[in-house]
């Protein structure tokens, strides 16, 4: 088939750049990105592998748009409050995005060619360290610290073997305790027994470390200073 052809069957297809890379995310969000190949895509879509260059010119570049698409889903830092509300906002929205994405936790930083989205994601971020007086390389510490925090937490959260405090609840009373003597493992049997007790929630543990992230990096602003250069 010729190139006019393909573009052709592409046409007749219902294909678009954005269909194709929506149909990705969603092939990587029930998948995982290792199994995303533009074969499988194609399949996806019902379409000729050779017919998606016409919209991605290769994986990476199909790759770079789906994380344009996850960064677009992230809450901005809204305008017009203090900076660790903005911040804490915009982490909160980030974590339940990546919730959704799981696949791109470990891609969100990792663009060489990064699209519209993500660029102005991470102009609003520094934009609103700079305002609330951090200095320029203050805000690139910050940033890349909560960064860490957020991708971290995400990519942990998403190998648990539970999701709620009663399957966690479950799991220590059935699975864990019954392979920790007492008198090996005093500390765990308490750590287990208080969460319990506790009603531990995992899900709520997220904010826990972000409010504690988010204070100790108050001291290091200096919020006289212009947050021009």
Not at 129 to 145: D, K
């Amino acid at each position: 088939m010729s190139a006019r052809e393909q573009r052709q069957a592409a046409s007749d297809a219902g294909l678009s750049k954005q269909r194709v890379v929506e149909e990705a995310v969603r092939l990587a969000d029930r998948e995982g990105v290792d199994g995303l190949s533009m074969r499988r895509l194609a399949g996806t879509l019902g379409a000729g592998a050779m017919s998606l260059y016409h919209y991605v010119a290769s994986k990476e570049e199909l790759l770079d748009a789906m994380i344009d698409v996850v960064f677009e889903e992230i809450e901005l830092p809204p305008e017009g409050t203090d900076w660790q509300s903005a911040m804490r906002r915009r982490a909160i929205s980030a974590r339940q995005v990546l919730a959704r994405h799981p696949w791109a936790s470990g891609l969100m930083e990792s663009r060489t060619s990064p699209g519209p989205a993500n660029l102005r994601h991470h102009e609003a971020v520094t934009a609103c360290l700079r305002r609330a007086g951090f200095s320029a390389l203050m805000a690139t510490h910050a940033n890349w610290l909560l960064d860490s925090y957020v991708y971290g937490f995400a990519l942990q959260a998403a190998s648990l073997p539970f999701d709620t405090a009663d399957e966690l609840a479950d799991m220590i009373e059935d699975v864990y305790l019954p392979r920790l003597p007492p008198d090996e493992f005093p500390y765990l049997n308490e750590s287990a027994a208080a969460l319990v007790a506790a009603g531990f929630d995992p899900a709520k543990e997220f904010v826990f470390g972000l409010d504690l992230v988010l204070a100790a990096l108050e001291p290091l602003r200096a919020p006289n200073v212009s947050p021009h250069p």
